[in-house]
């Protein structure tokens, strides 16, 4: 372990594409919601290693990065489908999305699953915590406005609303061009290039959460 690199968490979306094929059903997830149990006989596989999405596939090319180097990064993936889990979790496929559902039942949902404590506490795990989340994940995150996340970089839509105190890289279509990148990849690619960034300066604090919005797209762009 490099004691030189802080200990960093990573909280990102799940993606669409996955490494197995879906076999909890709607109802599995709703008796998951309800009860907290998953019926047994399913593949099973590490939530880092499940999804396949372009966002999490930079992400995670990052953290393997960061973690050759002897720096900790924790990796949690907020799941429509299974709430907040660890990136070592094993886990079955399911097909579950946010998508087209309205924000009342994302925050029913997400109450159910208890996500928010469960970020609140994965939160105060590290020294910096890096946020990848669209706008329903962030609904879905339901981040108390009184909850303290000074560590935190936010990188989100320039419409969205990042915790108070927090440190929000906002990314649109400019981003996108600027990075030659999609914008479904856009926050994983940048996850990631934070990651590298901060093991080769190893600092998080000064780099990224005192500094202003065009100096990190720089750093980023130029290393």
Same mark, same amino acid.
């Given at each position: 372990? %490099?004691?030189?690199?802080?200990?960093?968490?990573?909280?990102?979306?799940?993606?669409?594409?996955?490494?197995?094929?879906?076999?909890?059903?709607?109802?599995?997830?709703?008796?998951?919601?309800?009860?907290?149990?998953?019926? &047994?006989?399913?593949?099973? *596989?590490?939530?880092?290693?499940?999804?396949?999405?372009?966002?999490? *596939?930079?992400?995670?090319?990052?953290?393997?990065?960061?973690? %050759?180097?002897?720096?900790?990064?924790?990796?949690?993936?907020?799941?429509?489908?299974?709430?907040?889990?660890?990136?070592?979790?094993?886990?079955?496929?399911?097909?579950?999305?946010?998508?087209?559902?309205?924000?009342?039942?994302?925050?029913?949902?997400?109450?159910?699953?208890?996500?928010? &404590?469960?970020?609140?506490?994965?939160?105060?795990?590290?020294?910096?915590?890096?946020?990848a989340l669209?706008?329903?994940?962030?609904?879905?995150?339901?981040?108390?406005?009184? &909850?303290?996340?000074?560590?935190?970089?936010?990188?989100?839509?320039?419409?969205?609303?990042?915790?108070?105190?927090?440190?929000?890289?906002?990314?649109?279509?400019?981003?996108?061009?600027?990075?030659?990148?999609?914008?479904?990849?856009?926050?994983?690619?940048?996850?990631?290039?934070?990651?590298?960034?901060?093991?080769?300066?190893?600092?998080?604090?000064?780099t990224f959460?005192?500094?202003?919005?065009?100096?990190?797209?720089?750093?980023?762009?130029?290393?």
């Amino acid at each position: 372990m %490099n004691k030189n690199l802080p200990h960093l968490a990573v909280i990102t979306s799940c993606t669409g594409k996955k490494a197995l094929q879906a076999g909890l059903t709607d109802a599995d997830l709703e008796n998951y919601a309800n009860s907290g149990t998953l019926p &047994e006989g399913f593949e099973l *596989k590490k939530a880092e290693e499940m999804y396949t999405g372009m966002q999490h *596939k930079f992400l995670m090319e990052g953290v393997k990065r960061y973690r %050759n180097a002897g720096g900790r990064v924790d990796v949690y993936i907020l799941s429509a489908g299974l709430g907040l889990i660890s990136g070592d979790q094993l886990i079955p496929a399911y097909d579950f999305t946010f998508s087209g559902k309205s924000k009342k039942f994302i925050q029913s949902w997400s109450r159910k699953l208890g996500i928010s &404590e469960k970020i609140i506490a994965a939160s105060k795990s590290a020294e910096g915590v890096i946020f990848a989340l669209g706008d329903s994940y962030l609904t879905a995150a339901d981040i108390p406005s009184d &909850e303290s996340f000074s560590t935190s970089l936010f990188l989100c839509a320039p419409s969205s609303a990042a915790p108070d105190k927090s440190k929000a890289l906002r990314l649109g279509m400019p981003e996108a061009r600027r990075f030659k990148a999609t914008l479904v990849a856009l926050k994983g690619l940048l996850t990631a290039r934070i990651l590298d960034r901060t093991r080769q300066r190893q600092d998080f604090q000064q780099t990224f959460l005192l500094n202003t919005h065009e100096n990190i797209l720089n750093l980023l762009e130029n290393p």
